[in-house]
């Protein structure tokens, strides 16, 4: 995958080339005079002992990843596929194409070692049109950012451990509705006991998928309660059954994109960067092995599921696979009615990760000036955390929970938080290789990622960017009516969104209210470049 370089100046290296140098009075023209607009600024540091160390960047990205997915979107892989062999094989695809996203990720991180993720990624590499490419992605983080596909399987396992109906419902929402609400309050209020209870959740969602794991270990060796489903005889047959088999290329891109969607949270750690210790030390050793440990266990996982959930009845869970199974191994005894509710406690733990790191991109922007009212979103104030840039989380969040109508709203939403991710990795992907062979300037990170690794992480993004635009199989519907080009069309306008806001913020407004953008590089009080587009008043003189 890659190599750690051995001298630390590397890393300092691409960050001596400014690209885009603060304006001062000189630069403009003799006829016009600019006056900066003087903004207070805010204290935005922590001290180290609210930083994260190794053990809190693997939980950080643990959290992450083992959120729903697992949980939940095996049924639609094996729906998909038709095959048990195949869905296993596509899940350790899925595992290996993390590993090199994370190679990719570790270079960009350790050469640009601040908060914000493929945000500061792309403004290195694509720097004309200016702000351009700050500007779409900000608008992906923003509206795609959520977490509503968390909170809905939350509200959904709370349900089931009730005896409440399996369906899509609003009740369900309203349960997901609450969750969300909780996060955004601990870790607005409280955000040391915010970073301690993922913590604590981040042991114990591991402790349920092992549960899981030797639970299906039992299952093999016959202790189910139901009869042997033999999913294991021929298992790379591609079948066509009740509810499952017979996909053709869209629905295995979708399959892939959910599955991408279950190791999601491995670049987790690269968007608080400013808040982890030694990032260097921490994230070489954090997120290799979050990654091998998640990879290891999702595949351990699917054999489970398999070992004791019929065909069809897996292909038709939807999210409550981990209910069906606890069901057939324990029956419906109070102790089976139990562990679904462990499996909702997991979800929790994703949604507080997922609401912690995505705030702190919300607050990135809010600090650079990129948003309207950017000091607001930027602010620590009142209880020095990102109260405002959660609650921006919070209502993207209920938006897109309870907008759309019943049915497979989760695969949607898990669909549409996950496609554009696909355009923006291929663009990180490949402006990586343009930054290694180009001879502009000095590309010498602390870890070097192999080109074929980059190139296999381009190939499978831009497959998974291109193919939900074929129509299925199947017709021109996806699931139980939802037409299948309504999550790609969304994910590309919310894209196209940002690329309007650019001509608003940079060309449009400026002509209007007779200003410049200018962004200021500094250097902060922890020696982390950091970025501020501000706005400066140019008066032209008669």
């Known amino acids: 995958m890659g190599h750690s370089d051995a001298e630390e100046a590397g890393i300092k290296g691409s960050n001596d080339h400014v690209h885009d140098k603060a304006i001062h009075q000189t630069d403009v023209d003799a006829s016009s005079a600019v006056v900066g607009e003087i903004q207070e600024e805010n204290k935005y540091a922590y001290d180290d002992s609210r930083k994260l160390g190794i053990t809190g960047a693997v939980f950080l990205i643990l959290n992450k990843m083992i959120g729903t997915g697992i949980f939940s979107t095996p049924s639609s892989i094996f729906a998909a596929t038709g095959s048990v062999g195949v869905s296993l094989m596509l899940w350790v695809i899925g595992g290996f194409l993390t590993f090199c996203g994370l190679s990719v990720w570790l270079e960009f991180g350790l050469a640009i070692p601040r908060s914000g993720g493929e945000k500061n990624y792309l403004e290195h590499i ?63 209020v409280a955000p040391k006991w915010g970073i301690r209870l993922f913590n604590v959740l981040g042991v114990f969602k591991v402790l349920v998928l092992l549960f899981i794991v030797f639970s299906g270990f039992a299952a093999l060796a016959g202790r189910r309660l139901v009869e042997d489903p033999r999913n294991f005889d021929n298992a790379f047959v591609l079948e066509e059954g009740d509810g499952y088999g017979g996909g053709g290329a869209y629905e295995y891109s979708n399959a892939l994109l959910n599955i991408v969607y279950s190791y999601k949270g491995w670049e987790n750690a690269n968007y608080v960067l400013g808040e982890i210790k030694d990032p260097r030390r921490t994230l070489t050793i954090a997120a290799p092995l979050a990654v091998g440990g998640v990879t290891i266990l999702y595949v351990l996982a699917n054999v489970a599921y398999f070992a004791a959930i019929p065909k069809s009845a897996l292909a038709k869970s939807e999210v409550i696979v981990a209910g069906l199974f606890f069901r057939n191994v324990f029956g419906d005894s109070a102790g089976a009615r139990v562990l679904p509710v462990f499996v909702a406690l997991s979800n929790l733990g994703n949604v507080l990760a997922v609401s912690f790191a995505h705030s702190r991109l919300n607050q990135e922007l ?109 017709g021109d519907f996806w699931g139980d009516g939802y037409p299948y080009y309504v999550f790609p069309v969304v994910g590309v306008g919310v894209l196209i969104l940002g690329g309007i806001y650019w001509v608003l913020w940079t060309k449009f407004w400026p002509v209007v209210r007779g200003h410049k953008l200018v962004a200021e590089r500094i250097i902060d009080d922890e020696g982390v470049e950091v970025v501020r587009y501000r706005k400066v008043k140019v008066v032209k003189h008669g």
């Open 126 to 188: 694509y720097r004309h049109p200016k702000y351009l490419a700050t500007c779409v992605l900000a608008s992906q983080m923003i509206l795609l950012g959520f977490s509503s596909g968390n909170s809905l399987a939350f509200g959904r396992y709370i349900l089931y451990a009730a005896g409440n109906e399996l369906k899509d419902t609003y009740k369900a929402r309203g349960v997901g509705v609450a969750c969300i609400t909780f996060a955004v309050i601990i870790h607005s």
């Open 366 to 474: 809010g600090k650079e000036g990129l948003l309207p009212g950017s000091r607001f979103w930027g602010s620590n104030k009142p209880f020095n955390s990102p109260a405002a840039a959660l609650f921006l989380h919070w209502i993207v969040t209920i938006i897109v929970l309870l907008a759309p109508p019943p049915g497979p709203a989760y695969n949607f939403i898990v669909s549409l938080y996950t496609y554009p991710g696909a355009w923006i990795n291929s663009f990180v992907a490949a402006g990586l290789i343009y930054l290694q062979y180009q001879k502009k300037e000095v590309w010498n990170p602390g870890w070097r990622t192999f080109w074929p690794i980059t190139v296999i992480f381009l190939l499978c993004n831009a497959f998974l960017a291109i193919v939900p635009f074929i129509p299925p199989s199947n």
